[in-house]
Every structure is written in C-alpha cells, then in structure tokens.
C-alpha cells in the first residue's frame, strides 16, 4: 500500500496552481499517496503547531514556533519581491495617521502581522478571517485592514485606497523579498521521505509553471472574484522563481525576517530556518 501523505495549502488560486499537476495526477510517486486538505492559512498555522498534517503551508511568523517539529521545504515558498501585505482603508492617509486606528488583520501569527509589528508596533489589532477584511473595512466596523491572497489585486475595485505595501516597504528596508509564506514537511517522516516528497511537490510546481494555462484553469476554480487577467497576475506574483528555489538570496531573506522578529521581541526565540536538502 502507498504510504498516505497529507498535503495541506491554503483554498488559493497561488497553492491550486502549485498543486495543480499532483492534484490532477500529472505527476505522482507511485509509493506515495497524497491527500489534499483546505484550509485557510490561520486554520494551517494552528494545526501546524500541533503537528496534524505531513506537509502544510504555514506562514514563516508561524514556522518560529514550529521548527522544533517542521523543516522548511526547499521549494512552494511565497516571496513578495517588492511587493506584500497592504493596509487599505476606506479613505486616502497618511501611514502615520493609522496610530489610534483599529486594523483588521488575518490571524496573529500570519506573516502579514509580523511586518506590521516590525513597521509600526504597537497598533490596534482586531483579527478577522482574512476573505472577510474588505467588507469589514467598507462596513466601518475597522477603520483600515491588512490585506492578503487576491485582495491585494481587487481592492481598488472595490473601492478602497492602500495606505501603505508592507512588501514595498521590506524590500526598501532590507534589498530583499519579503517571505510570506512555505511549504513544511514533519520531520519525523525522515531524511529519505522527506527528501522524496520533496522531489514529487517541487515536480508539480515545475510542471504548472511548464503547462500554464492549463494550471491557470485550474486555479482559476479557487480566485475569489478574479477574472483571467487577474487571475494570471496574481499567480504570477506568488508562484515564480523563488517558489521553485530559495536561493541564497530567499534563504536569507528568511532568516533576515526571523533574526528582525526575535530583535524586536515580537518572536520569544532566536530561529535559525532549517530546509531539507
């Protein structure tokens, strides 16, 4: 019998086309089974934390409290090469002005929520299922929201204004992409495991990227109010170079970002990110 391997990413058009050629049988390893869970990311960062899923998507914020069990897979990671979370509001100012505001945002430990502390600290949080931020924003019940996955390609159609990209602002800070979020694999699975289901999900991306518009149907089943351009932007901000390999340049990115959390008391541990080979 197959060994059975619990894949879980996030119900996104970015990890569907990811996932796409595995899900559809594409590409596969016939000693392994993979059964795909959906589950928004904040849903996937707590679970991680108790070791549920072989192979998750988790937020790198999350993975500082999950490196003790989880290794980062060396490929499926989302980068926002100058570009990231933004905080809309219903109404143009200053970044400055948000200080006495209440901001919606996606789940404490989302990576999202971790650049803002590192921006501005001490700002008013009030956690809200991320697909639900936007209308919380236009109904006043917060005066801004920390947006991410495709709201950060609608928001204009809805109405809303961006106040500041917490991406554009890492890159600015640091020359580098801001990591968002990878893939992690339970460590207990063991070197060879590991390192085999690594070569199987690393083949899927390869394989979407190689057959796009095929994947990009795909994906388009899991865009939330996106149109095929929007869709195919999207995408292409998040499933890109860095999703099939760190780099040195990725790599350090994200030990950059852990290093800046624990200096700034917002991580409880000094995290050296550990990838399988």
Known sequence: MPQRITLAHSPDADDAFMFYALATGKVGDPDLEFVHVLEDIQTLNERASRGT???TAVSFHAYAYL???YALLPHGASMGDGYGPMIVARRPMA????????IAVPGKLTTAVLALGLWQPGLEQAVVPFDRIPDAVLAGRVDAGLIIHE??????????????DLGEWWTAETGLPLPLGGNAIRKDLGPDLMRRVS?????????????????????????????????????????NQWTLDYGERGREAVRR???????AGILPSLIEPEFVD
Not at 153 to 163: D, E, F, M, N, P
Not at 204 to 222: K, V
């Open 151 to 164: 709201g950060q390609v609608t928001y204009r159609s809805l109405g809303l204004h961006k106040i500041i």
């Open 199 to 239: 070569r199987v999900l690393c083949e899927s991306i390869q394989y979407g990227l190689a057959h796009r518009p095929d994947a990009l149907a795909h994906a388009m089943r899991y865009g939330r109010d996106l149109d095929v351009p929007l869709a195919d932007r999207f995408v292409a901000m998040y499933v």
């Open 257 to 263: 970002l852990l290093h800046r959390g624990h200096a």
């Open 67 to 69: 490196a003790d069990r």
């Open 95 to 102: 970044p400055d002005a948000l200080r006495g505001q209440r």
């Open 53 to 55: 899923y072989e192979v």
